[in-house]
């Protein structure tokens, strides 16, 4: 794959990555995604074999899902985790809890609907008799949604899940507002729109690299293996960038988060000589509390000669929404502009679709749960 981040105005969009493509509406996903959720409606209460379950204000939310769906729902409680009176959890696994009842919202997230453990978490949902709510663009969880007449919030075919997060993310609070719960998003999302508006245009592929922040982080990550640092509402942020590397940029990347890795991670950068095949990405903040700016500084200054090298991405905005999301975008940008440099497409993830694949043949999960649903449909 050539890298395509020169100055060759010859190459236009069409020629770029399916995924880089989606990134160059990103605003636009998030409005339709708004307008999507503004649309549905809860009803107000379903049949599903013994159990009526009826849809009102949640003493409790768990968010189910996998990978790049799941990612959405991390984002989401961290950032709302300090707006909500009802406490949030995530779930990724087969299966659900044990603590959850009647009265526990159940947002089973997958983009493709295939999902064979977050499948596995909503038939569970709805037999155990919970408000349970799926947010996909189709499969086999579309399907089950309709034959049981659970509510679902359907969003567009054709993305990658990992371009898919305005998608996954945005419907959540408007979903949770819609069934009694407080959150006032408008002006967060307004602000957010705007920063990343301003983002697009200084990093879309049509900058050149010398004026293109993206370009030059992912110029500077070429041979390295990344290691992103967050903090606090930062942490999921990390992880996100961690697997955009993984999946885009064919990479192995890993991510911490401060003051925890002071207390253990640290010690593993002494006298090895691998640490130097690693460079280190700090996540920045405006925000930041003195004893968090205190001890980025000092982790800078300790690793900085042991390390293949520290780069920093600083968040921009003002809200916390705006400032997480305006990281997110940068780092997959970067992610993908690696990708590119690498001679690798982003496009696809073969290993990831090898093992779904393999695990499907040896464990015919989904076809055990399909039966699980047409016993329940015959009890309806």
């Not at 999946?247 to 401060?258: A, C, G």
Request: proline share 6%.
């Amino acid at each position: 794959m050539k890298d395509n981040l020169t100055d060759d105005k010859r190459v236009k969009l069409v020629d770029y990555p399916r995924i880089l493509r989606a990134y160059m509406n990103f605003t636009d996903l998030i409005f339709h995604a708004v307008k999507l959720a503004e649309e549905f409606e809860f009803p107000s209460n379903i049949k599903v074999g013994r159990h009526t379950i009826e849809y009102g204000v949640p003493s409790k939310v768990l968010l189910v899902g996998m990978g790049g769906s799941s990612i959405g729902g991390e984002i989401f409680r961290e950032w709302i985790k300090d707006k909500l009176e009802v406490p949030i959890h995530i779930h990724s696994d087969y299966g659900l809890p044990t603590d959850i009842d009647k009265n526990t919202l159940i947002i089973a997230i997958s983009y493709s609907g295939n999902t064979e453990e977050t499948i596995s978490a909503f038939i569970k949902a709805v037999k155990v008799g919970c408000m349970a709510v799926a947010l996909t663009s189709g499969g086999i969880l579309k399907k089950l949604a309709e034959k049981l007449k659970v509510p679902y919030v359907e969003v567009p075919k054709g993305l990658l899940s990992r371009a898919a997060l305005p998608y996954l993310f945005f419907p959540l609070p408007i979903i949770l507002e819609k069934l009694g719960l407080d959150i006032n998003i408008k002006e967060e999302i307004k602000e957010t729109l705007k920063v990343l508006d301003k983002i697009e245009k200084e990093n879309n592929p049509e900058v050149p690299l010398n004026k293109n922040p993206s370009k030059k982080i992912a110029r500077e990550l070429l041979g390295f293996i990344p290691v992103v640092y967050g903090f606090r509402y930062f942490h999921p942020i990390a992880q996100r960038m961690k697997m955009q590397f993984n999946e885009n940029s064919k990479v192995p990347s890993f991510y911490n988060v401060i003051p925890q890795l002071n207390h253990d991670e640290i010690s593993g950068w002494e006298e090895n000589p691998l640490s130097k095949f690693f460079k280190l990405i700090f996540i920045r903040s405006s925000d930041e509390p003195p004893e968090i700016k205190c001890r980025i500084e000092v982790t800078k200054d300790v690793l900085s000669n042991r390390v293949g090298g520290v780069l920093e991405i600083h968040a921009e905005g003002d809200s916390i929404l705006a400032k997480m999301f305006s990281v997110i975008y940068v780092g997959d940008l970067v992610s993908i502009y690696l990708a590119m440099l690498r001679g690798v497409n982003p496009d696809v993830v073969p290993l990831v679709s090898r093992v779904k694949g393999e695990v499907a043949k040896r464990l015919n999960i989904i076809s055990e749960l399909k039966a699980d649903i047409e016993e329940m449909i015959s009890k309806s």
